[in-house]
């Protein structure tokens, strides 16, 4: 079967009822950590991230050769495992707001329908990474005075040309 070359995209995922899963460092993690994988297996490049709260956005581009489809559902399958898998554990109140009523899974950590915009223009880009970077600065959100200042996200990987912050598995988009 051949697969069509894939463009950088702009994809965000949103916790089942925007629920604040995302709000606990490991959980942030868990998402990081899937990325790397990705990115040392040559499945994806990511050129940008951020994780709030309830929900979180990035910059990719999945590999000729990868089915986009699938790679999503597996990424968001293992993820949410991941993720379900240690609320088990620390007996996370939060389990009992992620039931559901489905014939394939009890809980739920992902809404169903995450989005993915290609980005076919630099210009388009450019405001998706701004987009990306200001989130944590949102008055709704306010977790840092500085873009740069959010661990969780690319901006200090674009702020000190890609000296930090590069989670082991970004590369800049002019690269």
């Known amino acids: 079967m051949y697969l069509h070359p894939h463009h950088t995209e702009f994809f965000t995922a949103t916790n089942l009822n925007w629920l604040p899963v995302l709000n606990k460092d490991i959980h942030k993690q868990i998402l990081i950590e ?14 940008a991230f951020v994780i709030m709260p309830n ?27 991941s993720i379900l ?9 939060l ?9 394939d899974r009890k809980q739920q950590v992902w809404e169903r329908n995450s989005l993915s915009v290609e980005l076919y223009t630099e ?19 306010n ?3 500085q873009p740069e200042n959010y661990f969780y996200s690319s ?10 912050g590069d989670f082991n598995m970004l590369t800049h988009f002019r690269d």
């Open 85 to 93: 898998k240690f609320m088990f554990m620390n007996n996370d109140p």
């Open 123 to 141: 210009q388009v880009f450019i405001q998706k990474l701004d987009y990306i970077h200001n989130n944590p600065l949102q008055p709704k959100w």
């Open 55 to 81: 929900h979180f956005h990035a910059i990719w581009k999945i590999n000729d050769g990868i089915n986009k489809a699938n790679f999503q559902r597996d990424f968001m399958k293992f993820t949410a495992r």
């Open 143 to 145: 977790l840092c005075k």
């Open 155 to 164: 901006a200090l990987f674009y702020e000190t040309g890609g000296r930090e």
């Open 34 to 47: 899937a990325m790397q994988h990705r990115v040392q297996n040559k499945q994806i490049i990511v050129n």
């Open 95 to 103: 389990l009992t707001s992620l039931q559901v009523k489905a014939a």
